[in-house]
């Protein structure tokens, strides 16, 4: 099969076809074309060259200054363990780790929400509390702490008597990096087993001056407990995590 060639001269250019030839030649450039190109663009000169340079870097961003990636690892975790069963819920100590080596939460410290995955309601909090109670007027007598579908919990302030502490709490929300912050909560209206008990979702962690987005939570082993004297180990009847990131 022939095939078609390009050929350039000082006039104009020709196209021949050429019998000989195979298919994939279809458009080829002489040997005095191609001396004809190459002394085109050495005509350039210097500071054409420069200008040129010039332009694409005003254009793409020229930069000789290198920065170090962002360590995506770096991140708050939530850690959500379920100590004990109650009659109709259970009791949990929730603990926020600050993972992020030059982040530190400052006063007033951070905000922790999330929404109920049924009718759950905060009987008691200690080393913590809810910004609002909610609606709890179908409760006689015994009223929750909070009854709010979407709760928002805050840190206590340094200072506040000991019977309301619980480990890593009352600092005012601040959080430095590599520390912890804990509270403890009894949770009603629950499941009161592994297989009944349901995770709340759509966390929200929030800062000043930072906003985090938060993953869905997930189930984990268990924590496990060391007793001072190191003479005995526990362990949580469920644990599950939760992954914050700017």
């Given amino acids: 099969m022939g095939s078609l060639t390009l050929s350039l001269s000082s006039r104009s250019p020709t196209l021949h076809f050429n019998k000989q030839q195979p298919a994939y030649s279809l458009f080829r450039l002489s040997n005095s074309s191609m001396e004809s190109v190459f ?5 350039f000169s210097g500071f054409t060259l420069l200008f040129v340079f010039l332009l694409s870097c005003s254009t793409f961003t020229c930069s000789t200054e290198a920065y170090d990636a962002v360590d995506t690892r770096e991140n708050i975790t939530i850690k959500w363990d379920v100590m004990s069963w109650t009659p ?4 949990a100590v929730v603990t926020i780790y600050n993972f992020q ?10 905000r922790l929400g999330w929404t109920w995955a049924k009718k759950e309601v905060i009987w ?3 080393g913590s509390q809810t910004t609002e109670q909610g609606d709890c007027s179908k409760y006689k007598g ?7 579908k979407d709760p928002t919990v805050v840190d206590l302030l340094p200072g506040t008597p000991y019977n309301q502490q619980v480990e890593n709490c009352c600092k005012g929300g601040v959080l430095k990096p590599w520390d912890a912050s804990s509270f403890q909560l009894s949770v009603g209206s ?7 008990v349901r995770m709340p979702k759509h966390f929200t962690l929030n800062a000043p001056g930072n906003a985090y987005t938060c993953g869905p939570a997930k189930i984990v082993q268990t924590t496990r407990f060391i007793s001072q004297d190191k003479r005995r180990t526990t362990q949580a009847l469920m644990t599950w995590i939760v992954i914050c990131k700017f």
């Fill in 142 to 148: 015994n009223v929750p702490h909070s009854c709010k």
């Fill in 101 to 110: 080596k030059h982040h530190e939460i400052k006063a007033p410290g951070w």
């Fill in 190 to 196: 629950a499941g009161t087993t592994n297989k009944t």
């Fill in 39 to 43: 002394s085109s663009i050495n005509k």
């Fill in 124 to 126: 008691s909090t200690v």
């Fill in 88 to 91: 109709d819920g259970y009791v």
